[in-house]
């Protein structure tokens, strides 16, 4: 039988991995799943504390959405979304337009988040090109934040590392802010600095504003108050397009179907990703309200100029389309709502016990603990101690406690939680319990290695 470690190592470019981790002899082969937990090809059972990557919402091995895929390619595998449409789309888009904030109804699918983000980007440019705005190209996002990979999306993330080795390729028509981490401010400076880089820039040269309803890159940033219609304020002012950006944040990540609802606003576009088949498939989008596309339509434009060979792919929809009808029959909003705080309790009492963490933030089914040497000294991590942690001291760690979730790196030494949507008091229980032994043995490597 095939060594799928072996042939992995050998013929398998991974996604952001080093060659020593790719070619350790103990790289882990995942072999199946089941709810919250994953085991491995070796049988080592793992608590899927990420949900694969913020995404296996409903949890692994669901036969309702294996069937449907095979049900759906035996009858069309394929068809493109290009002049035609089918059931599984029209489906999928309607079960999407009806849980979307406001008046946000028309769907426009692609295969990916960052997929989704350059279309978001597209779109606002061709709607103010129909608008008869074509001076309007530029989008503001913010610091550390991730938007995906691809070059655009790119252009739009704001994590130095992923950044500066392409920086030569990239567009320069993104303006960095600062996010909203530690903003207590009263006249909320975070927003104030997407307005202030509106008038720097010239509004009319301003397509879109893009930020997630709460940050992932810098530890799970949950905004102040009044954040969101402060932004809603601003965009309107100045005739700019507001893009929530909801690859993480929507399909009750934050115990709503869009995590926009949980801030009330109204955006004028989500993109969204990774839950809307709970990872089953790959697919994503962007839905729009449907006052712009109308523009687009009645526009000498005519059309949104922008499309894929995947984009609505049948067997991808049609998997969306059990997924959300799912999420409402087996009310998994109102179950992430209703645990939320005992999630929530569990991280409380964890801080309290361990003084290498500084602070944590989230919300949701969504959290990130920030770490350093001792709270009560206000001592930090060394730049050692940063690089220990992060080159592979957490990860051998959580490993061997057999929780996934991610350590990471982005601005500070962070731990980012996100269970499936799924996750009973048991399995929070359990995720609890095997942070509070990581916690441990973090604190017990940074003792010995002073
Ligand atoms: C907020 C956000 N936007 C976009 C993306 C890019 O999505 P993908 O990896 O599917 O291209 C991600 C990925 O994690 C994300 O978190």
Not at 46 to 62: E, I, Q, S, V, W
Not at 238 to 260: K, M, N, P, T, W
Not at 352 to 364: P, Q, S, Y
Request: contains cysteine.
């Amino acid at each position: 039988m095939l060594d799928f470690r072996a042939a992995s190592q050998a013929h398998v470019v991974p996604h952001f991995t080093k060659g020593a981790a790719w070619n350790a002899e103990n790289l882990v082969v995942m072999d199946r799943g089941e709810g919250c937990y994953v085991w491995d090809t070796d049988g080592n059972r793992y608590l899927d504390g990420l949900a694969g990557l913020f995404c296996t919402n409903l949890g692994h091995g669901r036969r309702d959405l294996a069937q449907e895929a095979a049900r759906q390619m035996e009858r069309l595998a394929f068809y493109p979304n290009w002049g035609f449409t089918h059931e599984p789309v029209s489906k999928a888009a309607t079960l999407i337009a009806d849980v979307a904030p406001g008046d946000l109804d028309e769907v426009f699918f692609v295969s990916s988040g960052s997929e989704a983000v350059e279309s978001a980007m597209k779109f606002a440019r061709n709607y103010h090109l129909a608008n008869g705005d074509e001076g309007r190209y530029k989008v503001i996002s913010r610091e550390w934040s991730y938007h995906g990979t691809t070059l655009a999306a790119l252009t739009v993330t704001g994590v130095p590392k992923f950044r500066k080795h392409f920086l030569p390729m990239m567009w320069d028509g993104v303006r960095h802010v600062p996010n909203t981490l530690g903003d207590t401010s009263e006249q909320l400076d975070s927003a104030r600095a997407v307005e202030e880089m509106i008038l720097a820039e010239g509004p009319e040269t301003v397509a879109m504003v893009i930020a997630e309803p709460v940050q992932n890159g810098r530890g799970c940033l949950v905004p102040p108050d009044g954040y969101w219609q402060e932004l809603r304020r601003i965009c309107d002012r100045y005739g700019v397009l507001l893009c929530a950006d909801e690859v993480i944040c929507s399909f009750g990540r934050l115990g709503h179907f869009f995590g926009s609802e949980r801030f009330g606003v109204v955006p004028d576009l989500i993109t969204f990703a990774k839950g809307v088949t709970s990872a089953y498939l790959p697919l994503g989008g962007v839905v729009v309200r449907r006052a712009l596309m109308d523009q687009i339509w009645d526009s000498e434009v005519g059309l949104f100029n922008h499309g894929s060979t995947f984009g609505g792919h049948p067997v991808a929809t049609a998997v969306a389309a059990v997924n959300i009808q799912a999420m409402h029959d087996e009310k998994v909003m109102e179950h992430v709502r209703s645990h939320e705080q005992y999630l929530r309790d569990g991280f409380a009492a964890l801080v309290a016990a361990h003084g290498i963490v500084r602070e944590w933030r989230g919300t949701g089914y969504f959290y990130a603990l920030e770490l350093m040497r001792d709270r009560e000294t206000g001592e930090d991590l060394s730049e050692a101690d940063a690089a220990g942690l992060q080159g592979g001291v957490l990860a051998r760690i959580l490993r061997e406690e057999g929780l996934l979730v991610r350590p990471d790196d982005r601005g500070a030494t962070m731990l980012t939680f996100s269970p499936p949507l799924v996750a009973d008091r048991d399995v929070i229980d359990d995720l609890h319990a095997r942070a509070d032994r990581v916690l441990n043995r973090t604190a017990a490597w940074l003792n010995e290695n002073r």
